[in-house]
């Protein structure tokens, strides 16, 4: 165990829960917690087709609590002026329906929750993007925030340092969606569509993608009427997001990937390094993905954990299939590399 109370005992594996059907796959292959949220803008995926109605969310905490997990409830979007009783109802909602946790981002809404709910913890989302010991100390010391959910843009001894200098818990993603943009600050969508991922919980909304075959056989992607990426014949095509397109600079004649390319993070071979650094949970992105994806990315690391708990090498194999691109990445946890 380390000096801030991190030990592979302890650490939990919070997984997605995009739908109902997603949460119970993912207690039943293993999650010590699910995060998820209500069908509107409070939370950040904000997707048609997603996310859950206030009697699903009831049912969904039901079952989760009766298999021994816990429901960490996402509203972790930026209130607009005059919306503000959106958030309002959806942390009463929780609060009824009995959540462990809220995720926030905003500071209204923290201070909110920690008024009216003092008995339900507060975690911090990467939306927030605090990631300096004064940031999370403030957010700590204001609204009792719990556990902070770090970005993805920090190594693994700036980790330990920040542990070392803040009250609370560290959570980290370990598997999933490698974005590199300032979680919380990205206005791309936004620029393009007039809806954010921050405000608005939808980054590339679907209503504003067109997918358009030409006439070599290839495809192009547009989205709010901009083409951001072209793909030929036979081409794998991902759902196209502004920082994954490629595009024409004034530095170069050939398309490339300005901002960053379709990658995903992994950490499987990270997991020990980062308990000893301090992390105390490790969350997978994906509420987005599918049942079998979800089944099978946290029935790994459940065995993975297990094995460190167990004096054993983790390993985790077989999941590239379910990367973006089918590439993986440790990122900056090791080291920063920028273009």
């Not at 958030?87 to 008024?115: H, K, N, P, S, T």
């Not at 009792?144 to 001894?157: C, D, H, N």
Request: hydrophobic content about 40%.
């Amino acid at each position: 165990m380390d000096r801030t109370g991190a030990t592979a005992a302890t650490a939990e594996l919070v997984c997605p829960a995009g739908t109902p059907s997603a949460l119970r796959t993912a207690v039943e292959a293993g999650a010590d917690a699910v995060y998820c949220g209500f069908q509107n803008a409070t939370n950040a995926r904000n997707f048609p087709g997603l996310n859950f109605t206030p009697q699903e969310m009831e049912e969904s905490i039901a079952f989760a609590h009766a298999h021994g997990a816990k429901v960490l409830l996402a509203l972790n979007t930026y209130p607009p002026a005059g919306k503000f009783d959106l958030w309002r109802e959806g942390a009463a909602l929780g609060a009824c329906f009995g959540v462990d946790a809220f995720i926030v981002a905003d500071m209204g809404v923290a201070a909110l929750v920690a008024a009216q709910y003092p008995d339900i913890r507060l975690h911090l989302s990467v939306q927030a993007a605090a990631s300096s010991p004064e940031a999370i100390r403030y957010y700590c010391s204001q609204f009792g925030v719990k556990r902070v959910v770090l970005p993805r843009i920090l190594t693994v001894p700036e980790i330990r340092q920040i542990k070392s200098e803040i009250p609370c818990e560290i959570e980290t993603f370990i598997f999933g969606n490698h974005g590199l943009m300032v979680e919380g600050r990205c206005q791309l969508t936004n620029y393009v569509t007039g809806q954010s991922t921050n405000m608005d919980g939808v980054c590339s909304p679907a209503s504003e993608v067109e997918y358009v075959r030409e006439a070599d056989g290839g495809m192009k992607t547009e989205l709010g009427g901009f083409v951001i990426d072209r793909f030929g014949a036979g081409d794998r095509a991902g759902y196209p997001t502004i920082c994954k397109g490629r595009y024409l600079t004034p530095a170069r004649d050939t398309a490339y990937y300005a901002f960053e390319e379709p990658i995903s993070l992994n950490l499987s071979e990270m997991l020990s390094e980062l308990i000893a650094a301090g992390v105390n949970a490790f969350k997978i992105e994906g509420r987005q993905r599918s049942r079998a994806y979800v089944k099978q990315v946290v029935g790994a690391f459940r065995t993975a954990i297990d094995d460190i708990r167990a004096g054993k090498p983790p390993h985790v194999a077989g999941l590239l299939a379910l990367t973006e691109g089918q590439k993986q990445t440790q990122g900056a946890f090791q080291t920063k590399k920028w273009r």
